[in-house]
């Protein structure tokens, strides 16, 4: 991880600014994080400092269950935040999120700034806006397994995890995260394969009809 400091940060804070997010003035507190791919934001059961404002870059939410298998529970993106729930209770189980692209974020301290935000009534309006959503998300997505074929779902998967056009999740993790069984993801692959939409490189799949997964995807945006 990269810390901004100087022009950079401040170039950053005035690109993206969350100053409406707030009604106190917050950038002073502000520090911008650089990760890396497949980086750890927050390593799993351990409590972050910050609260983190994805500005660009897609991440993953894993955790592990008491048999030792680890599931990946969703994903994050731009304009979302990390850490929402340590910051709104002292006692919770922190989830490991994994950088999928090289991610950058606003990491506000809960030390200097946890009593206002919890304090500021535009602040908490706009959190409640996002966890609605998010919580929405969740739902649609197990509806989803069950009203849309794999095609859809798994277009969208590979859009969402995809770094630079290049596709390398691991294909367990794929048949957890959808429900599916191991053939029947391979059958799928062979599928977008044999249509060009993906080419097969060693473990990786590289994108090579973008437009034609983002047609697949769609349909489960346009429910």
């Known amino acids: 991880m990269e810390i901004y400091k100087g022009e950079k940060r401040q170039s950053y804070l005035e690109k993206h600014s969350i100053e409406h997010l707030f009604s106190f003035t917050i950038e002073e507190f502000i520090e ?14 351990m409590r972050p400092d910050y609260l983190f404002y994805v500005i660009e870059g897609k991440a993953k939410i894993y955790v592990t269950h008491q048999n030792g298998k680890v599931s990946l529970l969703n994903f994050i993106k731009a304009n979302d935040y990390i850490g929402e729930m340590e910051l709104l209770n002292q006692i919770y189980y922190s989830k490991g999120i994994q950088t999928s692209t090289e991610t950058i974020c606003f990491a506000i301290p809960f030390q200097h700034c946890r009593t206002q935000m919890l304090e500021d009534a535009t602040f908490l309006r706009e959190l409640t806006k996002f966890l609605s ?15 849309f074929p794999l095609e859809n779902r798994l277009a969208d998967f590979i859009l969402q995890t995809a770094d630079e056009e290049i596709y390398r999740e691991k294909h367990v993790t794929v048949c957890d995260f959808l429900g599916v069984s191991y053939r029947h ?5 062979a599928q977008f394969c044999d249509k060009g939409y993906l080419k097969k490189e060693g473990h990786q799949y590289r994108i090579q ?11 489960l945006k346009n429910e």
């Open 32 to 45: 911008v994080h650089k990760y890396k791919r497949d980086e750890w934001i927050i390593q799993e059961g």
């Open 133 to 147: 959503i998010k919580a929405t998300q969740m739902a649609a997505k197990y509806s989803q397994s069950l009203a």
């Open 185 to 189: 993801l391979l059958h799928v692959f």
């Open 209 to 219: 009809q973008h437009e034609k997964l983002n047609e697949l995807s769609m349909k």
